[in-house]
């Protein structure tokens, strides 16, 4: 395994809404690649399932609502050093412009924008990355591709984008890299959820816009395995799309 670019032994990474989905396979997977991790969600029972599923030994887990200034400062400071970073945490929810309100702006770009760019400004002040570390951004197709109802949604994850490449530019000098991946639909819970909501037929339907099927988040987990290690030394400020195809398709 330490003849090969890929692994990620005696590296310390930081992930983001571990609790469940595409964060939890991450943190599966990035264990099973040789990771230490520390792993952060909302959710209490979920993301001590997380922990318990990762492979290997001195794991550490926290608990922090990413909305929270306060527990934002104190996550921070509980870091150790840091060799990667992968920013998960987000949410989705679709809204017709017409029935956009102030509120609703704010409850997508405090979770989806504002707390991530805070959580990354504390990390760089408080000089929690090493040399030659990997940050990775998990975005959304919808970035260039925004669906109907997507506007808040697609919006941050634009604006993510441009803030990786921004944190790309700021820290090159130091050998740190910043990356997206744009993944479309993949199937996790909130897959399950929208089956229920909008019908399966209709998913079904879409689906078959994917020349190579629906994904699952261990296509996205592969991703963010390859961003963090060594393999990817020479790649930053770019986002990789994880999409099945879908894109060829355009609109």
Same mark, same amino acid.
């Given at each position: 395994?330490?003849?090969?670019?890929?692994?990620?032994?005696?590296?310390? =990474?930081?992930?983001?809404?571990?609790?469940?989905?595409?964060?939890?396979?991450?943190?599966?997977?990035?264990?099973?690649?040789?990771?230490?991790? =520390? =792993?952060?969600?909302?959710?209490?029972?979920?993301?001590?399932?997380?922990?318990?599923?990762?492979?290997?030994?001195?794991?550490?887990?926290?608990?922090?609502?990413?909305?929270?200034?306060?527990?934002?400062?104190?996550?921070? %400071?509980?870091?150790? %050093?840091?060799?990667?970073?992968?920013?998960?945490?987000?949410?989705?929810?679709?809204?017709?412009?017409?029935?956009?309100?102030? #509120?609703?702006?704010?409850?997508? $770009? +405090?979770?989806?924008?504002?707390?991530?760019?805070?959580?990354?400004?504390?990390?760089?002040?408080?000089?929690?990355?090493?040399?030659?570390?990997?940050?990775?951004?998990?975005?959304?197709? !919808?970035? &260039?591709?925004?669906?109907?109802?997507?506007?808040?949604? !697609?919006?941050?994850?634009?604006?993510?984008?441009? $803030? &990786?490449?921004?944190?790309?530019?700021? #820290? $090159? #000098? #130091? %050998?740190?890299? !910043?990356?997206?991946?744009?993944? &479309?639909?993949?199937?996790?819970?909130?897959?399950?959820?929208?089956?229920?909501?909008?019908?399966?037929?209709?998913?079904?339907?879409?689906?078959?816009?994917?020349?190579?099927?629906?994904?699952?988040?261990?296509?996205?987990? +592969?991703?963010?395995?390859?961003?963090?290690?060594?393999? !990817?030394?020479?790649?930053?400020?770019?986002?990789? =799309?994880?999409?099945?195809?879908?894109?060829?398709?355009?609109?």
């Amino acid at each position: 395994m330490n003849n090969t670019p890929f692994h990620l032994h005696n590296k310390t =990474i930081f992930i983001t809404g571990a609790s469940s989905g595409i964060g939890r396979q991450i943190a599966l997977s990035t264990a099973e690649m040789g990771g230490k991790l =520390i =792993i952060t969600g909302r959710d209490k029972n979920k993301l001590e399932e997380t922990l318990k599923l990762l492979k290997g030994g001195g794991h550490i887990a926290f608990i922090a609502d990413l909305n929270n200034l306060e527990q934002i400062d104190d996550l921070i %400071k509980k870091l150790p %050093k840091l060799d990667g970073v992968v920013m998960n945490a987000g949410i989705s929810e679709a809204y017709p412009i017409k029935y956009l309100t102030s #509120q609703k702006i704010q409850e997508t $770009f +405090n979770v989806n924008y504002n707390a991530v760019v805070l959580l990354m400004a504390g990390i760089t002040r408080q000089k929690k990355l090493i040399k030659g570390a990997s940050i990775v951004f998990t975005s959304s197709i !919808s970035s &260039s591709f925004p669906p109907k109802g997507g506007a808040m949604y !697609s919006g941050s994850k634009a604006a993510i984008e441009n $803030f &990786s490449k921004v944190l790309a530019l700021e #820290q $090159f #000098q #130091q %050998k740190i890299r !910043s990356n997206c991946i744009t993944p &479309s639909m993949v199937k996790t819970n909130l897959y399950e959820d929208l089956e229920k909501t909008v019908t399966k037929e209709s998913m079904d339907t879409h689906i078959k816009q994917y020349p190579l099927g629906v994904g699952f988040p261990e296509d996205v987990a +592969n991703c963010a395995v390859f961003l963090l290690s060594d393999a !990817s030394r020479w790649i930053t400020g770019t986002s990789i =799309i994880v999409d099945g195809g879908f894109s060829l398709n355009g609109y």
